[in-house]
């Protein structure tokens, strides 16, 4: 093949490149514009108060599954209702916290465990997912360890995998709160950057609150990640998710 069509095959696919970029822009424009008062409204529905949902991912492009945010101060059954509200504007998706203690599922499905669960802890009964000392960053070795992980979840995408942090009680609680949660953070990331969808993920750090049975609160194994893998009933599509007639 000459040259000359060589160019234009690759101008005309650069072409076809840029449309979708653009076309799916001016989408999630349009997206936002017509949700955003519609998630406020079913937020205030709920008493919601100081809820704010965010609709916008951090590559800056439009998001149809919320990421509720200022409602740790709010009762555990309000956090429910608010979540589920959200979740019931039409296409609208998985919706979650940032805190990712609550999801809009929580009162409404019965959940099973999965043999992925025992798969994680297989790998974790001899190895633990280790932090450089005082910091979320994950030491080189618990980098390989977390492929393991990410490997074992695979088969059961489309779970709830929650991701709990815990600290020694080195130190005052509230920093170990906060760093637990910073950690659990940081392998949310890690496995979201692994191919595990974000949706099915939800990270929450707890502190020094509980320990490792038979070890005293100060030990550091007690330094340590824990999952949970649920099986939940399958998201029904949304006019989002459903394609046109062609």
């Not at 945010?69 to 059954?77: M, V």
């Not at 007690?222 to 949970?228: P, Q, T």
Request: hydrophobic share 40%; net charge negative.
């Amino acid at each position: 093949m000459s040259p000359r069509p060589l160019l234009a095959f690759g101008a005309g696919a650069a072409l076809v490149i840029a449309l979708g970029y653009v076309g799916g822009q001016r989408y999630g424009d349009q997206f936002l514009a017509a949700k955003t008062g519609e998630i406020e409204a079913a937020i205030a529905s709920a008493d919601g108060g100081p809820v704010t949902a965010r609709l916008i991912n951090p590559l800056g492009s439009a998001m149809r599954h919320p990421l509720l945010q200022n409602g740790e101060s709010l009762p555990e059954a309000t956090r429910a209702r608010v979540a589920q509200a959200v979740a019931a504007v039409p296409g609208v998706g998985g919706v979650s916290w940032e805190d990712g203690s609550a999801t809009a599922q929580a009162s409404a499905t019965q959940y099973t465990p999965l043999h992925c669960q025992e798969d994680v802890e297989g790998l974790l009964r001899s190895r633990s997912i280790r932090f450089e000392e005082g910091s979320a960053a994950l030491d080189p070795a618990s980098r390989v360890l977390l492929d393991e992980v990410a490997d074992a979840l695979r088969p059961c995408l489309g779970s709830i995998i929650a991701i709990t942090g815990h600290t020694d009680n080195t130190g005052p609680e509230p920093g170990n709160l906060e760093l637990s949660q910073e950690r659990a953070r940081t392998v949310r990331e890690g496995l979201v950057a692994r191919g595990i969808p974000r949706d099915g993920l939800r990270a929450r750090g707890i502190g020094s609150q509980e320990p490792v049975e038979g070890l005293a609160p100060g030990d550091p194994a007690n330094r340590r990640i824990e999952f949970s893998v649920i099986a939940t009933e399958p998201l029904l599509p949304t006019p989002v998710d459903t394609p046109g007639a062609r």
